[in-house]
């Protein structure tokens, strides 16, 4: 009885399974077309997801709760975080200047602040603790979403640099003010000041720590075996995605953040691997990130977004705009007054934000807590800003690109 009361449940996943393998090879068959027209292929594998879910043919299925789900996102943002800080150079981040300097030191606090401003003035139910958690879940951008436009050559080099490395930082920025602020929100239900404290430290101090550890670690063994020719290209890229993991695991196993321990070990592995004069081939590590995202996506337009959209009410619908596009500009332009970018420059750079992974997997985080009280309106902000953003800012790309090449 049991095994035929679990037939239908392992039906459905591998239905689910081959359907998303499928849309990947048929992605796969087109994707440099779609390239050349600036759509981000997470809003193709969003609009798919929500054309197979259960509001469409119904050939998509979670199965029973959310585990499934947010393990595939958890995956996927370790792995992009980690590859985002891997190919930062700190050194050039500070040799370039005022620009992604001020996008950094500036930008992203005051994007944050903000941010929580605009959630508290229109959506008054939230306490203080828990405005600064939606500001930070649909502050993270995301330039895998607008690759296609970062490889023209028609942008300035120092524009498309600028978006490239405030993208890498600002899942880490975010990241941070979001556990802070779920430690303070946690304080409201919990009486005793030392468990949220001791919460704090964990997801900031001993993620940081465990991360530069692991990384560095991991970073010396790679390099190493590369240079004497005893790991191949393939081998280096697979232990790197390994390192990320170990990170991952490690920072959860600890009871810190996984996603902190990922990004700092990526960050020292960068640094390693930059003082050991090796390059260790990304293809493969980048290939694997974006897989894992555009299933996410597809899961995310079959079970989120219609169900968002139906329940969102219109103070959600004006935050997200706002936070899309007014506070984003607004914080990149006071950050970048007084630098020598051209007026539409910062328009662009403010412009071109685009929220995905992190939005999507730090709105999870904060729906697993059970002390945040308002966790569907959390969910329901995270849903419309991310769509909203593929979008838009999809649309939006040729557009920019034409502006640059008119002007040039």
Do not use: K
Not at 26 to 33: F, I, P
Request: with cysteine; glycine share 10%; net charge neutral.
């Amino acid at each position: 009885r049991l095994a035929s009361r679990g037939a239908p449940d392992r039906i459905v996943h591998t239905n689910t399974s081959f359907v998303l393998t499928v849309l990947v090879l048929g992605y796969a068959v087109v994707s440099g077309l779609v390239s050349r027209w600036y759509v981000a292929p997470a809003l193709i594998f969003m609009g798919l997801g929500m054309a197979l879910g259960p509001f469409g043919l119904h050939l998509l299925d979670a199965g029973p709760g959310t585990e499934g789900y947010t393990v595939l996102a958890q995956l996927a943002l370790t792995v992009i975080l980690f590859n985002q800080a891997a190919r930062l150079d700190l050194g050039t981040v500070l040799q370039r200047g005022r620009v992604t300097f001020r996008l950094l030191v500036v930008g992203i606090p005051l994007s944050l602040l903000l941010g929580a401003l605009t959630a508290a003035l229109l959506l008054p139910v939230l306490p203080w603790w828990e405005a600064v958690c939606l500001a930070a879940i649909v502050a993270p951008t995301e330039v895998a979403l607008i690759d296609a436009l970062l490889e023209d050559t028609r942008i300035p080099e120092r524009v498309r640099h600028a978006l490239s490395v405030e993208s890498g930082f600002n899942d880490g920025f975010a990241l941070a003010a979001l556990l802070a602020a779920v430690a303070l929100a946690s304080a409201r239900t919990d009486p005793h000041p030392a468990h949220w404290a001791w919460f704090m430290f964990r997801t900031e101090f001993v993620s940081l720590v465990l991360g530069v550890v692991v990384g560095a670690i991991g970073g010396l063994v790679i390099t190493w075996s590369h240079r004497r020719g005893w790991m191949s290209d393939t081998w280096a890229q697979l232990a790197t995605l390994a390192v990320a993991l170990i990170c991952f695991e490690l920072g959860e196993q600890l009871h810190a953040s996984g996603f902190v321990a990922a990004f700092t070990g990526g960050l020292a592995f960068a640094v390693i691997a930059l003082r050991s004069s090796t390059t260790v081939p990304t293809q493969v590590s980048d290939a694997t990130a974006q897989l894992l995202e555009l299933l996410v996506f597809a899961m995310f337009g079959a079970f989120a977004v219609i169900d968002g959209w139906q329940h969102a009410g219109w103070r959600v619908v004006l935050f997200s705009i706002l936070a899309l596009f007014a506070v984003r500009i607004v914080a990149v332009s006071v950050a970048l007054a007084g630098t020598d970018l051209s007026r539409y420059s910062r328009l662009f750079i403010g412009w071109f934000g685009p929220r995905g992974i992190g939005t999507v997997v730090l709105g999870l985080l904060v729906i697993g807590r059970g002390d945040i009280e308002h966790t569907d309106l959390i969910a329901q902000a995270g849903v419309i800003t991310v769509t909203l953003s593929l979008v838009l800012h999809s649309v939006t790309a040729p557009f920019g690109i034409r502006r640059y090449a008119s002007a040039g």
